[in-house]
């Protein structure tokens, strides 16, 4: 399933007001190395370069923007897609 909410928000503890957090690694699907940038927003959280996925609690999976436009699961039993998370196709 993707990230919660509440681990974003513990990912953004001690950071300043407006600091992004990034995180780095490898698709899920394709392998590619890929950089996702989360961002606070007034709505929540708004996350750049790709998708990120929590499937247990402190262990993280990516998705780049190529890959989660063919499947935004992260599996295809899981279907479970938070509101507050938008994707921007920006980076
Ligand atoms: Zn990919």
Redo the contacts with the bound molecule.
């Keep these: 399933m993707f990230v919660k909410v509440e681990t974003l928000n513990k990912m953004f503890e001690g950071t300043y007001n407006g600091t992004p957090v990034i995180r780095n690694g490898k698709?899920h699907?394709?392998g590619?190395e890929l950089t996702i940038v989360i961002k606070r927003t007034t709505g929540g959280f708004r996350l750049q370069g790709g998708a990120l996925y929590e499937p247990q609690m402190g262990r993280f999976s990516f998705?780049?923007e190529?890959?989660f436009h063919i499947n935004e699961n992260l599996n295809d039993t899981d279907n479970n897609i938070p509101l507050e998370i938008e994707l921007s196709a920006s980076i």
Excluded: E, I, R, Y
Aim: proline share 0%; hydrophobic share 10%; charged share 25%.
């Design positions: 698709c699907d394709c590619c998705k780049c190529a890959c």
